[in-house]
């Protein structure tokens, strides 16, 4: 069974920085794609950022610039480092895994259990 643990979320001023963890364990042979989605109370959740295992990314234009992505496929972990902080980024944040190859074969959507980013004075 795969599961996935976030970790790194808090309470940060405007302006200020946080690191986002994602871990993925489990029979893991190979994990395609990992991402970050954000959800606000109430609203679907939509893409961040996500990077292949080879390393391309795609982000959101919302944060462009200001968030990073990268993963350690050795140990099965993304992160996200999000500078430049905006009120705006506040929401729950949630690690997702596709393309997920294990014992039992290949399987999709994978989540976290999401951590809670708060950007406010």
């Given at each position: ?93 949630y690690c997702k895994a596709d ?15 999401g951590t809670q980013v708060t950007?406010?004075?």
């Amino acid at each position: 069974q795969v599961q996935l643990v976030e970790s790194g979320g808090g309470l940060v001023q405007p302006g200020g920085s946080l690191r986002l963890s994602c871990a993925a364990s489990g029979s893991i042979f190979r994990i395609n794609a990992m991402g970050w989605y954000q959800q606000a109370p109430g609203k679907q959740r939509e893409l961040v950022a996500r990077i292949t295992s080879g390393g391309s990314t795609n982000y959101a234009d919302s944060v462009k610039g200001r968030f990073t992505i990268s993963r350690d496929n050795a140990k099965n972990t993304v992160y996200l480092q999000m500078n430049s902080l905006k009120p705006e980024d506040t929401d729950s944040y949630y690690c997702k895994a596709d393309g997920v190859l294990t014992s039992s074969g290949w399987s999709n959507g994978h989540w976290g259990q999401g951590t809670q980013v708060t950007v406010s004075t």
